[in-house]
Structures are given as C-alpha cells and as structure tokens.
C-alpha cells in the first residue's frame, strides 16, 4: 500500500480521551452500586463488582506506567473494602493517567514487549486490553445492578 494513502485514524491523545470517556461510564456504574451488594453479589460464580473493579485499577495505571518505564510491577487486585474507598481510587487513577499518558513515548504505542511478564505484543494492543477488560468487566457490572432491579447507567453516554 502507498503510505500516502494510509489514513490516520486516531493519535493517542484521541485514544486517551476515548479511554477515559469508558472509565467516567464505569465511575457512574459503581456509583450506581449499592454498598451492601458491592462486594458480595454475584451470578454465577462470577466475581462481586467490587473485585472486578480491583483487578481494573491493576492494570490501567500499572500499564501506562510500565510503557513509560518498562518496569512492571505486580499485578494486584487490591484491597478497597468500601464504595467510597474504590470511587477514591478510581479518580487517582484517573487523574494520573491524565499526568502519566503525556510521557509514553510515542514509538512505545508500535513496540513489542511484555507486561506483567505475561502478555508479549504491542503498545496499542496492550492499551487496548486494558480498555477491553474494563468494558469487560463492566458489562458483568451491568448485568449485576439489572439482576438487583436497578437501571445501570447508559451505556452510549461516554
């Protein structure tokens, strides 16, 4: 193909602004949690919303931090225990990924490498896993706050 006729289709502050419009639908999906149900329902045999959650806040920022210094801390699913604590958690993470995200190298996006000493492909298709499980797991939220009679947030309102 003639690379003058590649289109460009989104640079990564496009991809970060999508991101973040995902991570503000989930923030309204725990808040639409009860407490009480946050870390103990579940169907199925599926995890509680809570601990999704958890596992979500231990790969975004880790991943974007590890692109920026190649060091890969380990995974961990985390130890909030409360709506309030997880929604604190949540808006750090945010905010950080909004001060980390100007320092990923922009040939990291295109770079091959391993994270978490798991996954080895690159930069945007680990950028991506990291969107991809967040809807993921958020959809299981979704599913969660219907069996509990309680309309989820929409989810086109990014």
């Known amino acids: 193909m003639d690379p003058s006729t590649v289109v460009h289709f989104m ?9 973040q419009g995902h991570r503000a639908l989930t923030r309204r999906v725990i808040e ?3 407490d009480e149900h946050l870390f103990t329902f579940s169907i199925g045999g599926m995890r509680p919303f809570g601990e999704l959650v958890q596992e979500m806040l231990g790969i975004a ?6 692109m920026i210094t190649d060091e890969w801390t380990e995974f961990s699913d985390g130890t909030a225990s409360s709506k ?11 905010k950080a ?7 990923v190298p922009k040939a990291r996006f295109a770079e091959t490498f391993t994270s978490f000493g798991q996954y080895t492909g690159p930069g945007y298709e680990q950028l991506l896993y990291a969107m991809d499980n967040e809807v993921h797991h958020r959809g299981q939220g979704t599913v969660y706050l219907r069996a509990l009679e309680i ?7 990014r």
Request: no cysteine; aromatic share 16%; charged share 35%.
């Open 32 to 34: 639409a949690f009860p």
């Open 151 to 157: 309309e989820p947030p929409a989810f086109w309102e």
């Open 11 to 19: 640079d990564t502050d496009d991809f970060l602004k999508h991101w």
């Open 97 to 103: 990924l909004d001060e980390l995200w100007p320092s």
């Open 84 to 94: 309030k604590e997880l929604l604190r958690l949540w808006d750090a993470d945010t």
């Open 61 to 66: 920022v880790p991943m974007v931090r590890g």
